[in-house]
Nanobody, 125 residues
Framework: QVQLVESGGRLVQAGGSLRLSCAAS????????MGWFRQAPGKEREFVAA????????YYADSVKGRFTVSRDNAKNTVYLQMNSLKPEDTAVYYC??????????????????WGQGTQVTVSS
């Protein structure tokens, strides 16, 4: 089992940047694929980015491709989401999620067994 704690969310102006972090407990972080999702008020939770256990495969939602970068440091048990050129429509609670190493791109919330509590990102226009 793994516990996840996100941080780094705050209010930022459009065009700005933020880096979110997700710290994982346990000594087996490198055996988990990790994902970032977000949920805006009144909307369903949506996929943002995913990174496989080794960092060798990375996937992005079309809406963030070219602006967001996911990375991980297995030695620090941490996954990151660098967000650049932020837009008001990026406003949401951002969640990180973990699943044991598996097949496929893992872009659905149903693919993940473990979730953090979320961190609020607000982008003002």
């Amino acid at each position: 089992q793994v516990q996840l704690v996100e941080s780094g969310g705050r209010l930022v102006q459009a065009g700005g940047s933020l880096r979110l972090s997700c710290a994982a407990s346990g000594r087996t972080f490198s055996t988990y694929d990790m994902g970032w999702f977000r949920q805006a008020p009144g909307k369903e939770r949506e996929f943002v980015a995913a990174i496989r256990w080794s960092g060798g495969s990375i996937y992005y939602a079309d809406s963030v491709k070219g602006r967001f970068t996911v990375s991980r440091d297995n030695a620090k048990n941490t996954v990151y989401l660098q967000m650049n050129s932020l837009k008001p429509e990026d406003t949401a609670v951002y969640y990180c999620a973990a699943r044991a190493i598996g097949r496929g791109r893992a872009v659905s919330p149903n693919d993940y067994a473990y979730w953090g509590q979320g961190t609020q990102v607000t982008v003002s226009s």
